[in-house]
């Protein structure tokens, strides 16, 4: 199984994984080369998977690709679909909880700025907005401010106010929000701070696992890869501070990769 994402929002989803299926092998593709995604052209993204699935195909017998990036889900997955003959699951933002759950009626959803603008999304917001009130947030700098916190360097609280500054100042904030990033999820306890009540956080991650649970126990796959592999795109200082991560996730082997 081969899981990727430009940056470790994709860990959040392969350890709720790796709890369910603690005896699943997988290959983690961090493309740190093209992070952040939501900053990327539809066209770069496109390409981008697209080159991923076929370069790991080559090296590794994967039966199962984890599209683990919303922005590159959103954009890419339809096509990416149609392009290979393996399973390739995305990580595709649904508000029907969040319709269901909310007691005020006030929904926030927050991504990339590339996702917000994808024409799923779109669909997405376009199904709902007649029947709750729902506050958007297209940001690119949340996934940053993750990325910072999982390599334990200090976060700024001002700076996550800024970004929720058009909820936080609503007469009634939402009670319910939707983190349309994997990033995002490394930050519910700050994000819940600078708010005055309890927030429901929904995201993908349970929904991409039961489908991943479901596959192998439909398909009784034997697996052919043997070992818990992660690959990086580009060498530079950052990753050193991600090191103490990896260990928890008992990789056997750490190695760059050339997706050029």
């Not at 890419?76 to 699951?89: C, E, G, H, Q, R």
């Not at 319910?176 to 708010?195: A, D, M, P, R, W």
């Not at 928890?248 to 750490?254: E, V």
Request: glycine share 4%; charged share 25%; with cysteine.
């Amino acid at each position: 199984m081969l899981i990727f994402d430009s940056g470790i929002g994709g860990i959040s989803i392969l350890e709720n994984i790796k709890k369910n299926l603690p005896n699943i092998n997988y290959i983690y593709l961090l493309d740190n080369e093209g992070f952040p995604y939501g900053e990327k052209k539809e066209s770069f993204i496109i390409e981008r998977s697209i080159k991923i699935i076929n370069t790991i195909k080559t090296i590794y017998p994967i039966k199962l690709v984890v599209v683990a990036c919303n922005t590159a889900s959103t954009i890419s997955l339809s096509i990416l679909k149609k392009t290979f003959n393996i399973p390739i699951i995305g990580v595709l933002p649904s508000l029907d909880k969040a319709i269901k759950i909310t007691k005020n009626n006030k929904i926030g959803f927050i991504a990339t700025k590339a996702t917000i603008q994808s024409i799923y999304i779109k669909k997405i917001i376009y199904k709902h907005i007649h029947r709750k009130n729902i506050k958007i947030i297209a940001t690119n700098k949340l996934a940053k401010i993750a990325e910072k916190k999982i390599r334990k360097l200090s976060i700024s609280n001002l700076e996550l106010k800024k970004i929720f500054n058009s909820w936080i100042t609503l007469s009634v904030q939402p009670d319910t929000i939707y983190l349309g990033c994997t990033h995002f999820l490394f930050l519910k306890n700050e994000i819940q701070n600078i708010f005055y009540k309890p927030i429901n956080f929904l995201d993908t991650h349970e929904s991409v696992t039961e489908i991943v649970k479901q596959y192998f126990i439909k398909n009784k796959t034997k697996q052919n890869i043997k070992e818990n592999i992660f690959l990086y795109s580009q060498y530079n200082k950052e990753l050193n501070n991600l090191l103490w991560v990896l260990k928890k996730y008992k990789f056997n082997r750490i190695e760059k990769i050339n997706l050029d």
